[in-house]
């Protein structure tokens, strides 16, 4: 401690010595060399909707100044002939710009090899009217909006794939209208325990919607295949049980409220025999369960002031399955006889040979017949069902091609009033759930969707577009 004070001692004793020198050499020289102030940079003149002048204050001393012009606050990228612009005087016009949009400027003072820190940043708004958002017609939604009855194409989103700037969020923006949460906003997932909830992955995905002007489909609110531990374990009276999913129900469509503009109700409750399916709702309400459902969805719709709330049945393989696809029909012609329905989803896990157009159109046009909006909603076309290929053949990309086609024309061929959306069940084949799922039976790799590993295009995704021809 000692040796530091001493030091310091010494230290102040130079600082003094050479303070005074300086005063002495000072007297006798004419030009004071004082640091150069940083620029004040002032608001905006002048602002039309290609140009504007930027000002800020002079600065004693200074030769010139040094400005940059950025579309980004953080100044990552300057505009051309704006990094670092040489400048006399006390402005400049920046020219060249587009209309409606924000500029952000900063100066800097030079005197010889001295050059200031920036300035404040000014922020400027072009006047006019923004251009056209690039129109691509080579972007499904691009195309299916220019349609003469336009439809949503959706895709089956998770939530960690929504990072502004990921190749997810560059894709979806690009080429969806429409987003439906692959798993994390089913009852399981959110439904930590009786009216406790966990939001925070599917609010990540409704809010992605919303912020980006993209529709959100809720699914589902109750699925046999997502029912939460404590619910399945529950050992309450049936009565109380139906309170629970009442109250669950209740509360997701009230947290959403205003911000999905739909929600498939109940996923799947009809077997592969045509007969109700089994599951715990069944067991423990009776089969009254599934208007009650869309009752309490209703119900809290409304209360929340939500009267647009579109409601789904959703279920799969009713294009080749008869017996079940009657038995979807009379639940659903009872949903909508009490007028709570407003559309039927069909998820469409197809393959390259099944189902036909032919069985494809008798399904969905049972829902058209009864005024009821149509989702394909979880589209995936598989070329590998029976194992029989180890690569993506040339012969079956495209059959698959062809398929993809087949299904958008049968589609967009759909009334006004029925259309709705299609939606594809995910981004690149290697992510998708086909490729040995175990709930599917699917013996070994698959290729079902729009893009492959890399994110590159396949021919899946020309057919999609041709389809909307
Ligand atoms: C699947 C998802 O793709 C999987 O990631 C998840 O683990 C299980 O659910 N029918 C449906 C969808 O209604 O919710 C299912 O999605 C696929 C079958």
């Known amino acids: 401690m000692r040796i530091i ?29 004082t640091k150069l102030a940083i620029p004040f940079a002032s608001i905006a003149s002048n602002v039309t909707d290609d140009s504007f002048q930027a000002n800020w204050v002079l600065v004693p001393e200074a030769e010139n100044y040094l400005v940059d012009v950025s579309t980004d606050s953080d100044f990552s ?56 958002e690039s129109e ?28 502004e700037g990921s190749a997810y969020d560059v894709v979806l923006k690009n080429e969806f209208s429409s987003i ?28 992605y919607g919303n ?30 049980f139906a309170l629970e999913v009442k109250k669950y129900i209740t509360d997701v469509v009230t947290h959403y409220a205003g911000k999905v503009s739909s929600w498939d109700v109940v996923n799947e409750a009809v077997d592969d025999n045509g007969n109700m399916r089994n599951t715990i709702f069944l067991q423990k309400m009776g089969p009254d369960y599934i208007k009650d459902c869309y009752q309490w969805a209703r119900d809290a719709a409304n209360a929340a002031g939500d009267t647009d709330l579109l409601l789904f049945y959703n279920d799969y393989a009713t294009s080749t399955n008869i017996p079940k696809q009657d038995k979807v029909f009379s639940i659903v012609d009872n949903l909508k006889s009490n007028n709570l329905i407003d559309g039927v989803g069909f998820q469409m896990h197809n ?20 005024g009821l909006k149509v989702h394909v909603s979880e589209l995936d076309i598989q070329v590998n069902q029976n194992n029989d290929i180890s690569y993506l053949t040339e012969e079956r990309a495209l059959a698959q091609k062809e398929k993809y086609k087949e299904i958008v024309k049968i589609y967009n061929a759909l009334p006004k009033a029925n259309k709705y959306a299609l939606t ?8 998708s759930w086909i490729p040995y799922s175990t709930d599917l039976n699917h013996p070994g790799n698959d ?23």
Not at 213 to 238: E, K, Q, Y
């Open 5 to 33: 004070k001493i030091e310091m001692g010494i230290a102040f004793f130079l600082v003094l010595t050479l303070l005074n020198c300086s005063e002495d050499d000072n007297k006798n020289s004419p030009e004071p060399s």
């Open 77 to 132: 990228v300057m505009l051309t002939g704006y990094d670092a612009l040489i400048v006399q005087d006390n402005a400049v016009t920046i020219t060249g710009l587009s209309p409606a949009s924000n500029y952000y400027y900063r100066v800097r003072a030079q005197k010889g090899t001295e050059i200031t820190n920036n300035s404040n940043v000014i922020t400027v708004t072009t006047t006019g009217v923004a251009p056209e």
């Open 136 to 163: 691509d017609p080579t972007f499904l939604k691009v195309k299916a909006n220019a349609l003469e009855n336009p439809f949503f194409v959706g895709v089956a989103v998770k939530s960690n794939q929504l990072t």
């Open 180 to 207: 439906t949460a692959e798993y994390e906003m089913k009852m399981d997932p959110i439904s930590t325990g009786s009216g406790s909830y966990n939001w925070e992955a599917a609010d990540k995905i409704v809010n």
């Open 211 to 240: 912020d980006n002007g993209i529709n959100v489909h809720g699914h589902a609110l109750v699925w046999h295949n997502a029912v939460p531990d404590w619910l399945s374990d529950f050992s309450g009276t049936d009565a109380e």
């Open 351 to 370: 393959n390259y040979l099944s189902p036909t157009k032919e069985q494809i159109e008798t399904d969905i046009n049972r829902a058209v017949a009864l």
């Open 424 to 431: 594809v069940w995910g981004f690149k084949d290697n992510e």
């Open 447 to 469: 290729w079902p969707l729009l893009y492959n590993n890399k994110f590159e295009l396949k021919k899946s995704h020309t057919g999609f577009l041709e389809g909307l021809e």
